[in-house]
């Protein structure tokens, strides 16, 4: 019952654990913006043993914060290009009376946080009736900033080597750009957020998306063991 304050990922002096640890407070759309360090050494590893990555295109999907992303770069030797891609990297934070409002771009406010409680409007009716008056104020409150949902090593990688770059992007759409030699998805295509029709279009989508003889690497690092 107890969180890290996501009000951290509005703060520019946060530390990059800091900023991890916030962004599991962020649900959107479907799934959950969970984050960590050293989340993915094994399949890096698979990769980076058994792949020759030498002028490759690679495209990390669902990147999520882009923690996993800059590690694996790390790792790499001379590639071509490398895109973190999520379909979810940007919010609002409203300030509204004593709370914070996260808002998606479409106006959905996701979360609020007060000074001792936080609450998801977005996933419980009555968390949405007790919220309900502040909600009504956060399209025309002045108070506002906007947020990139990006760890901030991940945007100093991205400042300093051009062949870096996020783009904002859905799993379930072909892939548009410069077609990837691999693609990287992790902790997206489970049952915890999507049935099994919809984890088999994706996949389909994901092969099409690749070069011939490209790599597709998918990932399951659940939080709870067992949970598909």
Do not use: C
């Not at 999907?61 to 030797?77: I, K, M």
């Not at 891609?85 to 106006?107: K, Q």
Request: net charge neutral; charged share 25%.
């Amino acid at each position: 019952f107890f969180w890290s304050d996501p009000r951290v990922i509005a703060d520019d002096h946060a530390s990059p654990e800091q900023f991890r640890a916030a962004m599991s407070a962020i649900h959107v759309g479907d799934t959950i913006k969970i984050t960590g360090s050293n989340r993915h050494p094994l399949s890096d590893a698979l990769l980076l043993d058994h792949v020759d990555l030498s002028g490759a295109h690679l495209v990390d999907l669902g990147a999520s914060d882009g923690s996993t992303s800059v590690e694996l770069v790390r790792r790499l030797p001379d590639f071509a290009s490398f895109v973190i891609a999520d379909l979810f990297f940007h919010l609002d934070v409203v300030h509204v009376g004593s709370h914070d409002l996260f808002v998606m771009p479409d106006g959905e406010v996701i979360l609020v946080v007060g000074r001792r409680l936080v609450g998801w409007p977005s996933r419980s009716r009555m968390v949405d009736r007790i919220y309900r008056p502040l909600l009504r104020r956060a399209p025309t409150a002045s108070d506002r900033r906007k947020l990139v949902l990006l760890n901030p090593e991940a945007r100093r990688l991205i400042a300093d080597d051009a062949r870096v770059r996020t783009v904002v992007h859905d799993i379930f759409h072909p892939w548009e750009g410069t077609t990837p030699d691999v693609i990287k998805v992790a902790n997206v295509l489970r049952r915890l957020y999507f049935s099994d029709e919809r984890i088999t279009a994706a996949v389909r989508v994901l092969l099409a998306s690749l070069a011939d003889g490209g790599h597709l690497l998918l990932v399951d690092n659940p939080r709870i063991a067992g949970i598909a």
